[in-house]
């Protein structure tokens, strides 16, 4: 069984000066952690944030770009660059954790088809089209109603990466943009992290409908970890706290100086906050990956935690490492090793 977590931040990080080597006290992801979860591979996101032109998005993907790529000088003896899964099948017999690359907001293509290209020579092979902002490409779920789903140059995007083989990923659009992307691509699509509305009512997750068709055209949903997006009473609980009216501008300070230990520490609070909270179980993650199962059978479901990218994790699942935990619930839920190695990896593989 290959263990592969689709949907990482990591690259966000690693710009915020984090020592990859390290078994981080709050770090999501490190080598050491990825090592004691047996993990084997995972999407290192591009993120660029939606306030920022085109132009800045570019700049920032590429510097995210260069960040994961400077791990991989440095870090030789550990991780390795793949693309296929030939390769990450390669690198795990030599021992290698494998990082692939995926861009998290389609901004930075600008109005460029050619910065398609670009990224995918470079080793990126999914892109997220939009994030909490309507783009050039289509609306997301967080706005809505500005192209109605997808503009002319994001169904030309689809086409593009269909013909360089890079996945299309529909989390954080629109549902009206999904069904456009479904429309327009001639090949299956992903959710990267996202989960399921019928069990948290969150236009980030996807309906029954959305998964059964994102199925029947041979795609599949990556089960989010975030708090948020598996379990709607703790939004209450996160707005009841109060910790976000002054955290978000905490990490923003520390976001813009991580080189400053007095505003590092001061974002460390927030989080031993946040970890404070009474947060839902890391069983609802199966929760979601048996309701999935439940509409569209085994083949079509796997991980993309979204580490990294999240201010607060579920109870039991603080951090990679803690993967086998999760494994372990769904095994005793009856899950066969044949139907563990599908949600681990054959699922997302057979499409990529």
């Known amino acids: 069984m290959f263990l592969l977590d689709s949907h990482c931040d990591t690259p966000s990080h690693i710009l915020r000066l984090r020592d ?16 004691r979860g047996g993990v084997d591979g995972a999407f290192f996101a591009l993120y660029t ?18 960040g994961v790529r400077s791990v991989l000088k440095f870090h030789k003896d550990k991780a390795r660059l793949a693309t296929t899964r030939s390769e990450a099948y390669k690198n795990k017999a030599d021992g290698l954790f494998s990082i692939f690359l995926g861009l998290e907001n389609g ?33 997301s779920c967080a706005e809505g109603g500005g192209w109605n789903g997808l503009s002319k140059f994001g169904k030309d995007v689809v086409r593009v990466m269909n013909r360089l083989g890079m996945l299309v990923d529909v989390s954080h659009i629109s549902d009206a943009s999904f069904y456009d992307v479904l429309e327009t691509s001639s090949k299956p699509v992903v959710a990267t992290h996202s989960c399921c509305r ?22 599949v949903i990556q089960i989010n970890f975030y708090p948020l997006f598996l379990d709607g009473n703790f939004k209450h609980v996160l707005e009841q706290s109060g910790i976000m009216e002054y955290g978000e501008r905490i990490e923003s300070e520390f976001i813009a100086d991580p080189a400053s230990s007095t505003k590092r520490a001061a974002w460390n609070k ?27 059978g085994i083949d079509h479901v796997g991980i993309g935690s979204d580490y990294d990218g ?19 619930e769904l095994r005793s839920r009856g899950y066969t090793d044949s139907d563990l190695s599908k949600i681990a990896s054959d699922n997302f593989f057979r499409i990529l």
């Not at 078994?23 to 992801?29: C, I, L, N, P, S």
């Not at 994790?313 to 935990?325: A, F, K, L």
């Open 270 to 296: 927030v989080q031993d906050e946040l970890i404070a909270l009474t947060r839902p179980s890391f069983k609802l993650i199966a929760d979601h990956i048996d309701h999935v199962v439940s509409l569209v």
């Open 107 to 139: 901004a930075a293509l600008g109005s460029s088809l050619e910065r398609i290209e670009e990224f995918h020579e470079a080793g990126i092979r999914y892109i997220t089209l939009c994030h909490s902002r309507n783009n050039q490409i289509c609306d």
């Open 198 to 219: 019928a069990l948290c009512d969150h236009p980030r997750n996807m309906t029954d409908a959305m998964i059964k068709d994102l199925a029947a055209a041979g795609g």
């Open 49 to 66: 944030p939606a306030s920022l032109s085109a132009s800045e998005s570019y700049i920032h993907a590429s510097k995210l770009l260069q």
């Open 310 to 328: 999240i201010e607060v994790t579920p109870q039991g699942m603080e951090d990679i490492s803690r993967m086998p935990v999760l494994f372990e």
């Open 20 to 35: 990859m080597a390290v078994d981080g006290k709050y770090a999501h992801v490190d080598f050491p952690k990825l090592r």
